[in-house]
DNA sequence: CGACTACCGGACAACACTGTCCGGTTCTAC
DNA sequence: GTAGAACCGGACAGTGTTGTCCGGTAGTCG
């Protein structure tokens, strides 16, 4: 049998190609079918047992860090420049990765209750700390807007999408609740 | 035995409290523990069979129904007198049931796709058509806000309902959310 | 008073998800 | 090549929810 239809996701070695497998089902399940979505389906979706899922990540929460831990990464890259247009970068990703995978939404709320310890919501905060000042300053924000209003406005953005029928309507009602925001309307 | 410990559900003239008794119960829970809490959980808390909920109600939708109907009730009373001020004291009904309650949009939210018959949105969306346009007209209201717009806002106030910690942080967090959203701030 | 009807209530089977366990396979070191 | 360690994968028990079923009870009518 060649080498291609070898078995890769056995033995010692498999395990970070496993691992990078049950990210990637993970992501497409959450996104798709919400943040409850069943683990085993996961499992099933990359390929692997149940056993190998559980060992990587023990808990729901803890295969959710993983996932989104490019999220932040992604949100980190947008506030990185610095400047009066580094929080509208930041906001427009925070958007797209919303209407994208809302159960990165389910899972910092989630995580407030079940693991305090893990503070997405810091996260976000501090970012929005760091860039919301210099737009302000610029105008590009009314004055008056403070931090907890960026994530305010998060979570109604999570209540839109998480009503939308559909991925193209949440986008659409998403730019239109932006226009109904912003004052120089 | 004293007629006071006498058990009045049993019997087909018990139906109607056993019915009320239900839609108490799940009125309740609705509220406490979200639209997707068990029905038996209603059952053992109305105090009856779980063959009398499923009797009387076959599906949780049946039974939201029932329960909700009241909202549209109190909902079609703030609207029903008119003049500019009528879209004002519909808009606080609905912020207040939202707030109270959030298992109402989740309940309009799955009609849409489990039973498109219901048309939850259609009876509001009549509601706010009849009242929007006289608050336009007198400036309650800023010009170029639509019917859509208004279902759009309650849909991001659900969104800041169901990631608040609490009832009470809702309610402030909502009321935040209101002030962004008025221009004349 | 007796029989009939309507209805109650809990038990129960079916189903789905979670988290664990162990036989079996693959890699690695010697 | 061989032994041992690491790991995979599916089966399985435990748990919780749904929806149904039937023995039994309360009201009603002749």
Known sequence: MPPAARRVNRGPSAAPQNRAAILDAARRLFADRGFLVPLSAIATEAG??????????????DLAFAVFEDNFVELEAAAAGGGPDAFGALWAVLLEQTVREAAFVEMVVEARSSAPAYDGDDRLRELIARTLPDAVSAGRVPAGVEVDDVLLAWRMVFGIVVTAPTPDAARAHVARAMALLDPRR
């Open 48 to 61: 692997v047992g149940q056993g190998v899922l559980y060992r990587h990540f023990p808990t729901r929460l």
